[in-house]
T-cell receptor
Framework: AQSVTQLDSQVPVFEEAPVELRCNYS??????LFWYVQYPNQGLQLLLK??????LVESINGFEAEFNKSQTSFHLRKPSVHISDTAEYFC???????????FGQGTELSVKP | DTGVSQDPRHKITKRGQNVTFRCDPI?????LYWYRQTLGQGPEFLTY????????KSRLLSDRFSAERPKGSFSTLEIQRTEQGDSAMYLC?????????????FGPGTRLTVL
């Protein structure tokens, strides 16, 4: 069985500050890892994913996440956040053949001016 | 791609009534997933189809829930004898097969309120 734990339910930060959203997973098989974002009143959108290869993956809007197999983590980081990054962020895992996603509980990122 | 669409967007019903939701996946995506999301929680997997075959069902899916994808295109999710605990956002997602099967594209969801 797979599971995902997002260690922070809410993360308030000031604009232009760095942020890290933490995600740990457990699985007995090789996995794919994902971060999805849900902006207010919008559907889930894929932010970035790790399938294989380089353990550092990046999104087009400046987020990055690093797969750490020994620590079973996939933390999301951004060096300088914007007001527009305010959203709910979900970490998710699937088996390495795709299939169902197992989501964490979500982290609400609130960026304040 | 026009994206995944879901209908209706909102549904209010009384306890004990049956409801049916529809999901239209992205064209040519042969995998289709249903999830349920309650307030303050991440989405929970319910079931998924590859073409018209239902390949996996969650233990969360009680006998009151049934899903179909009769022609391998759109899917319906029916809840019989609704209960207040069924109130949630029901999400549909689709993905292609093969090397791009890892990425699921989500619809806007159907918000169900059971009074």
């Amino acid at each position: 069985a797979q599971s995902v734990t997002q260690l922070d339910s809410q993360v308030p930060v000031f604009e232009e500050a760095p942020v890290e959203l933490r995600c740990n997973y457990s699985s007995s098989v090789s996995v794919y890892l994902f971060w999805y974002v849900q902006y207010p009143n919008q559907g889930l959108q894929l932010l970035l994913k790790y399938l294989s290869g380089s353990t550092l993956v990046e999104s087009i809007n400046g987020f990055e996440a690093e797969f750490n197999k020994s620590q079973t983590s996939f933390h999301l980081r951004k060096p300088s956040v914007h007001i527009s990054d305010t959203a709910e962020y979900f970490c998710a895992v699937s088996g390495n053949q795709g299939g169902k996603l197992i989501f964490g509980q979500g982290t609400e990122l609130s960026v304040k001016p | 791609d026009t994206g995944v669409s879901q209908d209706p967007r909102h549904k209010i019903t009384k306890r004990g009534q049956n409801v049916t939701f529809r999901c239209d996946p992205i064209s040519e995506h042969n995998r289709l997933y249903w999830y349920r999301q309650t307030l303050g929680q991440g989405p929970e997997f319910l079931t998924y189809f590859q073409n018209e075959a239902q390949l996996e069902k969650s233990r969360l899916l009680s006998d009151r829930f049934s899903a179909e994808r009769p022609k391998g295109s759109f899917s319906t999710l029916e809840i019989q004898r609704t209960e207040q605990g069924d109130s949630a956002m029901y999400l549909c997602a689709s993905s292609p097969q093969g090397s791009r099967a890892d990425t699921q594209y989500f619809g806007p969801g159907t918000r169900l309120t059971v009074l």
